[in-house]
């Protein structure tokens, strides 16, 4: 007998929900999920080999539970005097973003954001029974620190999402929104921070902003500018006491000693990956220039991608560059697509491609 998901006893509220997952094609050119599309230099990923090689001789046993040396790693990388103490990590920036849900949100509780934003921000908050609120963000998918903090004052979240800058929009998000909003909840602020390492090197972050605000979290991620999407480490910073709350909630072992290793091994050579930053950026803003040149509407972006209107149909411009091997995003803002920048080589087949496709 065949079953479907109906049959099942599945809570009320997952019902005929669907679960996160952008499109999967082996093209040559992929840019619809924002990874850093540079492989991972020889000489670090040798380090990382070994360093993961090392580890296997003690994978019989239970790894570190504190992750002690990356929690480290992380801190030092951080800056803006930063220690360990106020790091936590997880499987991926998402896993980071669960706990905090799990330890404040949960059932009976809300969670809010400023949409279009990040789609996991719904989903995990539907996962751990926390209702989703939605706010709204002014022309050109700003936030202003006013209206921002009416409407979180409005709303009374018990969990607040800022992505700065946004996805999938790029967005900047300026740190006096930051302190409007936090002013104006008792509930837990998240500045997910996972494309600051591709904003101008002189634009703040929210990390300046941690001293006396213990509400306060500010998550990151390897998978982007560290070239790290497929070894899924993210982490956040914020007061010990959040950290001690996110330990009430997190699975034992939840990473495992070769993450670890890997991870502690990538942030040995930061150098190194984020010189990769750059030519990304120039990918960036080239390709910016060019979609203007082309007639369409490129929005600012801090981030690895770029988020384009003056699309006719959107539905069918995806499918044409999918037939010629190009594989972008429609998020499904009317009129949009978004494109990451990649190699110089994939931007100018994206580029190209686009060309070819015409004002579909």
Same mark, same amino acid.
């Given at each position: ?11 009320a ?48 046993r ?19 005097? %930063? ?16 706990h905090v849900?799990?330890?404040f ?19 995990l ?22 209206d ?29 929104? %930051?302190e ?23 634009? *703040? ?34 007061? *010990? ?10 699975? *034992?072992?939840?990473l ?21 930053v ?47 091997? %190009?594989?972008?995003?429609?998020i ?23 060309s ?5």
């Amino acid at each position: 007998m065949t079953v479907s998901l109906d049959d099942l006893p599945i809570r009320a509220d997952l019902r005929g929900q669907k679960p996160y997952g952008a499109p999967q094609a082996p093209l040559p050119v992929a840019l619809n999920v924002n990874e850093n599309t540079h492989p991972v230099p020889e000489d670090v990923a040798n380090d990382i080999s070994d360093a993961i090689a090392q580890a296997l001789r003690d994978v019989n046993r239970y790894p570190d539970r504190e992750f002690t040396e990356l929690r480290e790693s992380f801190a030092q990388y951080l800056g803006h005097g %930063v220690d360990s103490s106020q790091i936590w990590a997880g499987n991926g920036s998402n896993e980071v973003l669960q706990h905090v849900l799990q330890a404040f949100a949960g059932p009976g509780r809300t969670a809010f954001g400023f949409e279009p934003t990040y789609s996991m921000y719904r989903l995990l908050s539907r996962g751990v029974g926390a209702e989703w609120l939605a706010g709204t963000r002014g022309h050109d998918y700003r936030i202003d620190p006013e209206d921002a903090a009416r409407q979180v004052a409005d709303a009374h979240p018990d969990v607040v999402f800022l992505c700065a800058p946004n996805n999938p929009t790029g967005t900047p998000l300026s740190l006096d929104v %930051v302190e409007a909003v936090y002013d104006a909840t008792d509930g837990i602020v998240v500045v997910d921070e996972a494309y600051q390492e591709f904003a101008p090197k002189d634009s *703040p972050s929210a990390l300046t902003l941690l001293g006396g605000r213990p509400r306060l979290a500010v998550s990151r991620t390897m998978s982007k500018a560290f070239a790290f999407a497929g070894a899924r480490v993210g982490y956040l910073a914020a007061d *010990p006491a959040l950290i001690d709350a996110l330990r009430l909630v997190r699975l *034992p072992y939840h990473l495992s000693a070769l993450t670890q290793a890997a991870a502690t091994a990538a942030l040995r050579h930061a150098d190194t990956m984020l010189a990769m930053v750059d030519e990304i950026i120039l990918q960036r803003d080239r390709m910016g220039a060019t979609l203007e040149a082309l007639g369409y509407q490129a929005h600012e972006s801090w981030t690895n991608f770029i988020l384009f209107g003056g699309v006719a149909d959107p539905a069918a411009t995806w499918q044409a560059l999918y037939e010629r091997g %190009v594989l972008i995003r429609d998020i499904g803002i009317p009129g949009h697509l978004r494109a990451t920048a990649g190699t110089e080589e994939e931007t100018t087949a994206f580029l190209e491609a686009l060309s070819e496709v015409g004002g579909r």
